[in-house]
């Protein structure tokens, strides 16, 4: 590799993204709001955690404080103009964020929050640790229930073989698709 680029620190978590990107639904039975998120990562597998970063001014965070509650959306990547949306718009100042951004809700099984309609998966999710910093918090949490579009998601993975484009947040209005699996030649039979 040539000689790396010293680049500042500041943006040292650019080299971490893209994940994949999610849109988190927040709701009490009385509102609902949704927000994308590209800071979030699995934690644990048994039993299943996971770890979004949420704003503190967000709209969304006080309904995720009461209710200790939230859901994970997955949306491929012809959504990505809702997902952008999401991310740039705020439920301070609107009533209802989901028909905003052009999305349906659907019921969770076993929160409040509602799902995203559209997604390609989503993940119902329980609070069971916060790290607090000065403008946000990190949620580590439960996953009480999950679900996948089977055409894309068979034996617990993705599978690329009906033209799923998973979408990626690189910086701004900037984004990326992943849309194949590469295999590796497994030797050792792992
Ligand atoms: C692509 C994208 C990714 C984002 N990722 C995060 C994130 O990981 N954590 C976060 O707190 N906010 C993130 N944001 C910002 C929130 O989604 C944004 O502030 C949103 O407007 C909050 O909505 P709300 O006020 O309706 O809750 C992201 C925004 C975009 C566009």
Redesign the pocket.
Known sequence: MDKQKVIPLSRAYSLLNPGV?VLVSVGDGLRD?L??????MPVESDPPMVA????KD????PFIERTGEFGINILDASWVNS??L???????DMED?FTHVGLHRCKAERIKAPLVEEAVASLECRVVRTMDFPE?VLLVAEVVEAYACANHFAHGKWTFENDLKLLH?VSGPRFCVSERAIVVEDKEGA
């Open positions: 990107v709001n927000f994308a998120v590209t800071w979030n979004i970063l949420s704003g967000h709209y969304s965070y997902v952008y999401s991310g740039t718009t705020s439920g301070h964020k946000s947040h």
